[in-house]
C-alpha cells in the first residue's frame, strides 16, 4: 500500500509559477514511477506529466511541455511539479499517482494508487 499526498495548490495569476509536492509513505517509494494528472471542473482526468522510478525519464503533455517540469527525490520519497508560466487553462484538481514498475504504462488506467488531489486556480 501506498499513501499519496499533494500539496501546493492554490491561487495564482496568469504567467505565475507554483510547485507541487507529493509525499508518498508505505512501500518502498523507488520502486514506483509516478505521476501527475488533473481534472478540470467537467472535463475528463488528464496525463500531465511522469517520471520513471529512477528519475533518468521523463513525459509530459504537449500542453505543458516546456513550462512543467516534473522530478522526484527518492531521499524524502517526494514527487514535484514545477509548474511556470501558467495559464488559466491549467486551472484543475491535480493529481498524483504511483504505478509499480520501472516506467509509466503511458496509462492512467494502469496507475495503482491515487492521492486527493490539490487544487490550481489560475486567475486571468
Known amino acids: 500500500q501506498v499513501q499519496l499526498v499533494e500539496s501546493g495548490g492554490g491561487l495564482v495569476q496568469a504567467g505565475g509559477s507554483l510547485r507541487l509536492s507529493c509525499a508518498a509513505s508505505g512501500r518502498t517509494f523507488s520502486s514506483y514511477a509516478m505521476g501527475w494528472f488533473r481534472q478540470a471542473p467537467g472535463k475528463e482526468r488528464e496525463f500531465v506529466a511522469a517520471?520513471?522510478?529512477?528519475?533518468?525519464?521523463?513525459y509530459y503533455a504537449d500542453s505543458v511541455k516546456g513550462r512543467f517540469t516534473i522530478s522526484r527525490d527518492n531521499a524524502k520519497n517526494t514527487v514535484y511539479l514545477q509548474m511556470n508560466s501558467l495559464k488559466p487553462e491549467d486551472t484543475a484538481v491535480y493529481y498524483c499517482?504511483?504505478?509499480?514498475?520501472?516506467?509509466?504504462?503511458?496509462?492512467?488506467?494502469?496507475?495503482?494508487?491515487w492521492g486527493k488531489g490539490t487544487l490550481v486556480t489560475v486567475s486571468s
Open positions: 517520471i520513471s522510478w529512477s528519475g533518468g525519464s521523463t
Open positions: 499517482a504511483a504505478e509499480a514498475g520501472p516506467e509509466y504504462g503511458s496509462s492512467l488506467l494502469g496507475m495503482d494508487y
